[in-house]
């Protein structure tokens, strides 16, 4: 059955900025509560009265910082940004997925040279090195581009600790403040001790500041 409690933590999910503020102690929780009122009571079809949405909203916070002792982690590592990346988006064939199998032929890896493919269930995306653009356009002939993006950066975190994958929260907290400062992600490649975000290149700097934080403390 659906109450306060369970439309608190709805409407909190739902905004980011919230969630942190309200984990962080840093937001007046009875304004906040007032604030969520119209809509709390319009879902339930009911009054509510404002002090059972403020002791939702102090459980809650309670349980968000609690969630975040449990889930410590080392982000220290080295960050490493490629710029000159594009991005391509197509639509996933047979004919595509038996040409990937020599899309490796396209750039050159031992000279730095960027190459990642994520295979979708209706998509395939392919980040490359933009001076590989029409090398690329040339491989995929016959194939559907459903988008092209350009003048972007790759950003990758190759963290010390190989615990990465085996620690909740981790992309979330990266990607929390990230959109603080308004970052907006194309794509995220992850491996065993590496996080890769493409990224416009106009906010290469922005992102790279928020992670080199994070990374050196």
């Not at 604030?35 to 009911?46: C, F, R, T």
């Not at 990266?174 to 403040?177: A, C, D, G, L, V």
């Not at 194309?186 to 065993?192: Q, R």
């Given at each position: 059955?659906v109450?306060v409690s369970?439309?608190?933590?709805?409407?909190?999910?739902g905004?980011?900025?919230?969630?942190?503020a309200?984990?962080?102690?840093?937001?007046?929780?009875?304004n906040?509560?007032?604030?969520?009122?119209?809509?709390?009571?319009?879902?339930?079809?009911?009054?509510i009265?404002?002090?059972?949405?403020?002791?939702?909203l102090?459980?809650y916070?309670?349980?968000?910082?609690?969630h975040?002792g449990?889930?410590?982690?080392d982000?220290s590592?080295?960050?490493?940004?490629?710029?000159?990346i594009?991005?391509f988006?197509?639509?996933?064939?047979?004919?595509?997925?038996a040409?990937?199998?020599?899309i490796h032929?396209?750039?050159?890896?031992?000279?730095?040279?960027?190459l990642?493919?994520?295979?979708?269930?209706?998509?395939v995306?392919?980040?490359?090195?933009?001076?590989?653009e029409?090398?690329?356009?040339?491989f995929?002939s016959?194939?559907?581009?459903?988008?092209?993006?350009?003048n972007?950066?790759?950003?990758?975190?190759?963290?010390?600790s190989?615990?990465?994958t085996?620690t909740?929260g981790?992309?979330?907290n990266?990607?929390?403040?990230l959109a603080w400062e308004?970052?907006?992600i194309?794509?995220?490649?992850?491996?065993?001790t590496?996080?890769i975000?493409i990224l416009?290149?106009k906010?290469?700097m922005?992102?790279?500041?928020?992670?080199?934080e994070?990374?050196?403390?």
């Open positions: 059955m109450n369970h439309i608190v933590k709805k409407i909190v999910n905004q980011p900025f919230v969630e942190e309200l984990a962080n102690g840093i937001i007046n929780i009875a906040l509560a007032e604030n969520m009122l119209p809509e709390i009571e319009k879902e339930l079809g009911k009054k009265k404002l002090p059972a949405i403020v002791m939702a102090r459980r916070s309670e349980e968000i910082s609690e975040r449990h889930s410590k982690f982000y590592g080295e960050l490493i940004m490629k710029t000159n594009c991005d988006t197509i639509a996933k064939t047979t004919a595509l997925m040409k990937l199998r020599t032929s396209l750039v050159s890896l031992e000279r730095g040279d960027t990642n493919v994520i295979i979708g269930n209706n998509e995306s392919v980040i490359i090195s933009d001076k590989h029409e090398r690329l356009k040339s995929l016959g194939e559907k581009i459903l988008n092209k993006e350009q972007l950066v790759s950003l990758a975190i190759i963290f010390k190989e615990k990465f085996d909740p981790v992309i979330f990266i990607i929390r403040k308004n970052v907006n194309y794509e995220i490649v992850s491996t065993m590496e996080l975000f416009s290149k906010d290469s922005k992102a790279y500041n928020v992670l080199q994070m990374v050196s403390k």
